[in-house]
């Protein structure tokens, strides 16, 4: 796996069934701050980058650098989701996926706090009943489910503990993603660790 074209030698990436896919990689080399991509799969922007030796360590958030900006309190009267989320998207762009009904939902009336985009991208999304995440393409995403032509084809189970509803998956790509339909469930969390190999660890909902 690289990022930027540099070779990641371990690390974790979080994908979340709400909010933004977060992460922190150990690189065989530096890379600059800002967006990045992870082997043309993945859209990242990276936060902070600490060099040592002939090494780094990035830490990286999905969406394109504006999720913690801090913003200004909003209110809102008889405004669509679609309006809102126009005015709290920050600098990052909704995903053409977005759900039309979401987009077209009628709020009375919305207030929300000052704070950061994200935290406001959650006041809406709560106020919607849906969830909102910062897609592989680094848009922002908003509603239910699986979005459409987003995952890849289910890769090999290597285990499986229905008591807590975690799999175990090899990953070959970034294939897995929250509300996807797999064998064992529906995908909820997914966390890919990197190392040697990579493996996807998938909590069902």
């Not at 082997?39 to 980058?49: F, G, H, L, N, S």
């Not at 999720?67 to 309006?83: D, E, Y």
């Not at 799999?167 to 995908?187: E, R």
Request: proline share 4%; charged share 15%; net charge negative.
């Amino acid at each position: 796996m690289r990022i930027s074209g540099v070779e990641v030698i371990q690390g974790v990436i979080r994908v979340p069934s709400f909010g933004a896919i977060t992460g922190d990689l150990e690189l065989a080399g530096a890379i600059p701050a800002g967006v990045a991509t992870i082997d043309d799969q993945m859209a990242v922007y990276v936060e902070t980058v600490t060099s040592y030796a002939e090494r780094a360590h990035v830490s990286l958030i999905g969406g394109l650098g504006f999720l913690r900006t801090a913003v200004p309190a909003q209110n809102f009267r008889n405004a669509t989701g679609s309006q809102v989320l126009s005015a709290i998207l920050g600098g990052e762009t909704r995903s053409h996926r977005t759900d039309p009904a979401v987009l077209a939902t009628l709020l009375p009336f919305l207030s929300v706090r000052a704070g950061t985009v994200g935290e406001q991208l959650t006041s809406l999304a709560n106020a919607l009943e849906v969830d909102w995440r910062t897609l592989a393409d680094s848009t922002i995403w908003f509603g239910t489910g699986q979005p459409l032509g987003v995952g890849g084809a289910e890769e090999t189970l290597l285990d499986w503990k229905p008591q807590y509803g975690e799999a175990i998956y090899t990953a070959d790509s970034l294939w897995c993603v929250p509300g996807q339909d797999l064998s064992v469930g529906t995908a909820g969390r997914v966390v890919y660790d990197i190392g040697r190999q990579i493996r996807a660890t998938v909590w069902t909902e």
